[in-house]
């Protein structure tokens, strides 16, 4: 599948179609500077933004959406829930909150943000499954168009299909050069489910790669060019982000280039010094 642009995409398994691009707004500061930097990603023509709760920037990107002059429906926004509002009850309530935050009565995707949070360690699969059937309720309501999961592993998957009534349609995790998970990404795209790639820049680390660069500089591109590219012909939906407009505009585009196929392995056996966070360790 060769992406021709920013508005092309995925189709879900719902048939919702997603951009296969988003603008990511993960450590973006409250404020002037997430408000501006979402403005200035619709201006160069990102259509898929992706926040969440926990970021603490809701209001601020909501204010960019209203302020960009584009018409809500033809963006395409995400959310996701925070960590301490697992549960029916909770979730219902961050969910609201969420809409009342954006300035939106509905969102594109919803996620739940981690699975096993510190405050639901011992009862994460429970608390999960309650979540889940309040997002379904939203889901069928029409107040969120798609539904899905961050962060989870194989097992978090298999325990929550076994009261989900809606599977999930995306899995936003970790991915970037030599960053792969391959066992976790085949076994979502066995069930269906779309894999986002957040920090496909490797959080910066992919940056200095000397490998990287050499690989950038044979294709006349930067390198993190080279990975947004990478990330789409491996099937990936990268998140990249950033608050710089040249930068911004940089990261879309993408589409006039291919990578070989020898330069995709290559790239994705690096070592970049990339981990993945252990989901039910880490203190979330």
Same mark, same amino acid.
């Given at each position: ?49 992706? &926040?969440?709760? =926990? ?9 960019? *959406? @209203? +302020? ?111 960053? &792969?998970?391959? =066992? ?9 489910? *779309? @894999? +986002? ?88």
């Amino acid at each position: 599948m060769f992406l021709k642009n920013l508005t092309d995409g995925y189709e879900l398994s719902n048939g919702v179609k997603i951009p296969c691009i988003g603008f990511g707004t993960w450590q973006t500061p409250d404020g002037d500077v997430a408000r501006e930097s979402v403005k200035m990603a619709i201006a160069a023509g990102y259509r898929h933004i992706d &926040t969440a709760a =926990a970021y603490g920037n809701e209001t601020s990107v909501g204010q960019g *959406i @209203l +302020e960009s002059g584009i018409d809500r429906e033809s963006l395409f926004v995400t959310s996701k829930l925070p960590n301490h509002s697992h549960g029916y009850d909770k979730t219902r309530a961050a969910f609201l909150k969420t809409l009342e935050d954006l300035k939106t009565d509905y969102v594109d995707l919803y996620l739940i943000h981690w699975p096993n949070p510190v405050a639901f360690r011992d009862c994460w699969e429970q608390a999960n499954a309650e979540s889940w059937k309040a997002i379904e309720e939203f889901y069928q309501a029409g107040q969120i168009r798609a539904i899905g999961v961050s962060n989870f592993m194989e097992r978090h998957l298999e325990a929550l299909d076994k009261t989900a009534r809606v599977q999930p349609m995306v899995n936003q995790i970790t991915l970037s050069p030599g960053l &792969t998970q391959d =066992a976790l990404v085949r076994f979502c795209r066995e069930r269906g489910i *779309i @894999l +986002e790639a957040y920090s496909p820049l490797g959080t910066g680390r992919v940056l200095s790669n000397p490998d990287m660069r050499a690989i950038a500089e044979k294709y006349g591109r930067s390198v993190a060019q080279i990975c947004v590219r990478w990330s789409l012909q491996m099937g990936f939906l990268p998140l990249p982000k950033s608050t710089h407009e040249s930068r911004i505009i940089e990261n879309a585009n993408v589409f006039d280039f291919e990578l070989s196929v020898d330069d995709v392995q290559r790239i994705a056996s690096l070592d970049c010094g990339g981990f993945v966070r252990d989901p039910d360790t880490v203190n979330l």
